[in-house]
């Protein structure tokens, strides 16, 4: 495995106080590892990205920083997996707008000031960095280009330091950062520098346990891959943490100080090669300060086998919906003029109202036929109800059911027009079930729809759970740059777009009820209740093919409740 020169500590002949001293060397150091990892009782992360700068008027723009969001979101999420059940983690995320130079540094005060003997301190940041007059800095949001020096976050003083003057003994530092991106921004380029080893090295000295682990080394630039949605750097450094290539860790699978530098080296080198395009070189680099090497993590052995669902997705959903989405040409609708209105090029707000004036009074007719038809199978007051139409929006409120629809341009096409359909059942609706049905007779939803907090699910562990099951039956596909997954078995298919944070079901052949039947057959590890969402568990994913003269098993179906 290859290995990167670099400046590092190690102990010479202990001095009568106990303590080491420290001599400074040059290339790769050999320790003795520690015989137990340190216990702690917090692991306390604070973790920033700025992928968008404020960009103030005339003022120099700092160019965008692809990925750091989902760098710094997946970081914490990972570190808060790693270290569940072994300690309290304690998160701290800060992105973009709420990255400013004056939050930045007040979180980082609290924080580091707040930390016990017991505490692990973790510091991420994914954004621009630079060195001015020899000091390490870190941009914010609201960064000055004009005004590098005082518009910026010193890594030594504002974090390095912090922490040595703290009663934490215990840090590491990850810097996703690249000083070359910042060079064309200053008004000189003596000014700019890349992060400096020495520097950093002098605020170490002294320090129990600390280590810097950095994305580039001087004269490089660290990279982002559209194709793995991560700074390469980030993606790698979280699949080390994870656990998941046994060339990160050592002896009894314990992931050290030495053996993450030395991996990620050779993995992100090696990925820049074989993967990418890029023809400069990224060699990650670190600078470790410890008596002697020491134990980030231990990682234990994976099942054998291990089953592929997705009942543990725990996905922290919010709506769940049935929808239908019809569409058509915008010269085709009823107040459409051919020698006076023009039909949009392109999509636009002011096309999306106009198509609303115009499919106002379609809609409001067909609300009102719904929420007759409804009061009449339901047998509800129409105090009990409500039906509500403008600009081409509207809803139909009944006991049992909300129902609402949506119309705009169609953003496939904009000379289309479009309505969305959508019906959100509620608490009890199963006793009504077949009233319902009735009621929704003239309705075509084919889609079940559950939106959740993308901000907080894992894109990387629901592809894992969706590959393995794959693995089993059925096909599998990913679509990075969408931020898509998808999963296909028979009729059914499964698509999740954290892009926009909804989970799409289809069943071929299946609309309204039926479809609801189908998709409370299937569980997530929803994290919220729901009417629509199962709350059981099952073995695993139910058949839903149709029953065959060749022996295939029936589809399943839930019984209908009976009427009250």
């Known amino acids: 495995m290859a290995r990167v020169l670099l400046n590092a500590y190690f ?16 290339g790769v150091v050999t320790r003795n590892i520690a015989s137990e990892a340190s216990a702690y009782d917090r692991v306390v992360v604070l973790a920033i990205a700025v992928e968008h700068y404020q960009n103030a008027p005339k003022r120099p723009a700092i160019v965008q920083v692809h990925h750091a969001r989902a760098d710094a979101e997946a970081f914490v999420r990972t570190i808060e997996q790693i270290y569940d059940g072994i300690a309290d983690v304690d998160p701290h995320l800060l992105i973009d707008s709420n990255a400013s130079l004056s939050t930045i540094r007040g979180d980082a005060t609290y924080v580091i000031s707040n930390l016990a003997p017991t505490d692990l301190f973790i510091f991420y940041y994914a954004g621009h960095g630079c060195q001015i ?17 005082d518009s910026t976050i010193d ?34 380029r003596s000014l700019i520098f890349d992060l400096s080893d020495d520097e950093i090295e002098e605020q170490l000295e002294g320090t129990d346990y600390m280590a810097v682990f950095l994305s580039c080394s001087d004269g490089e630039k660290s990279y982002g891959s559209d194709a793995i949605g991560h700074g390469i750097f980030t993606y790698h450094l979280l699949r080390a943490l994870k656990g998941e290539d046994k060339r990160a860790l050592e002896r009894d699978r314990w992931m050290t100080d030495v053996s993450l530098r030395d991996w990620l080296v050779s993995e992100v080198q090696n990925f820049i090669t074989s993967k990418t395009r890029i023809r400069e070189k990224q060699t990650p680099r ?28 725990g996905l922290k959903n919010s709506e769940a919906f049935l929808e239908g989405v019809e569409t058509g040409a915008i010269k085709s609708l009823p107040g459409f003029k051919r020698n006076f209105h023009t039909v949009p090029t392109d999509i636009n707000e002011r096309a999306a109202n106009w198509i609303g004036s115009l499919l106002n009074d379609r809609l409001q007719e067909e609300l009102d036929d719904l929420f007759s038809t409804a009061k009449e199978a339901l047998g509800f007051k129409r ?19 909300r129902f609402w629809v949506l119309s705009d341009q169609d953003p496939d096409d904009p000379a289309a027009w479009r309505i969305r359909r959508r019906l959100e059942l509620r608490d009890g609706w ?29 894109y990387d562990d629901v592809a894992d759970a969706l590959e393995d099951l794959a693995d089993r039956e059925g096909q599998f596909d990913e679509r990075r740059a969408e931020r898509k997954l998808m999963y296909r078995r028979d ?39 729901s009417p629509m969402l199962a709350t059981t568990v099952p073995a695993e ?19 209908p409740a009976p009427k009250r």
């Open 491 to 529: 009729n059914m298919s499964i698509t999740f777009d954290f892009a926009a944070g909804e989970v799409e079901f289809t069943v071929s052949g299946e609309n309204n009820l039926e479809l609801v039947d189908s998709t409370m057959a299937l569980s997530l590890g929803w994290r919220s209740a």
């Open 155 to 188: 890594l030594d003083q504002d974090v390095i330091a912090k922490v040595k003057a703290s009663a934490c003994t215990r840090a590491l530092l990850f810097i996703d950062a690249c000083a070359e991106s910042m060079k064309a921004l200053a008004t000189s």
């Open 286 to 313: 670190a600078i470790l300060h410890s008596p002697r090497t020491f134990r980030i993590r231990h990682v234990p052995e994976p099942p054998v086998t291990p089953a592929a669902t997705l009942a543990n997705l």
């Open 11 to 26: 102990p010479e002949e202990p001095l009568e106080d106990g303590k080491s001293e420290m001599k400074r060397t040059m």
């Open 133 to 149: 007059e020899g000091e390490n800095r870190l941009t914010a949001w609201d960064t000055n280009a004009l005004q590098l020096g």
């Open 541 to 559: 994913l139910p058949d839903l093919t149709e029953e065959t003269g060749s022996g295939a098993p029936p589809k399943i179906r839930k019984r």
């Open 383 to 401: 105090r009990e109800g409500d039906v509500s139409v403008s600009g081409g929006d509207g809803t139909v409120d009944t006991p049992a059911f």
């Open 430 to 458: 199963e006793g009504q079930r077949e009233e319902i049905e009735e009621a929704i007779a003239g309705l075509d939803l084919d889609r079940f729809i559950v939106t959740f907090d993308k901000r907080a699910a894992a």
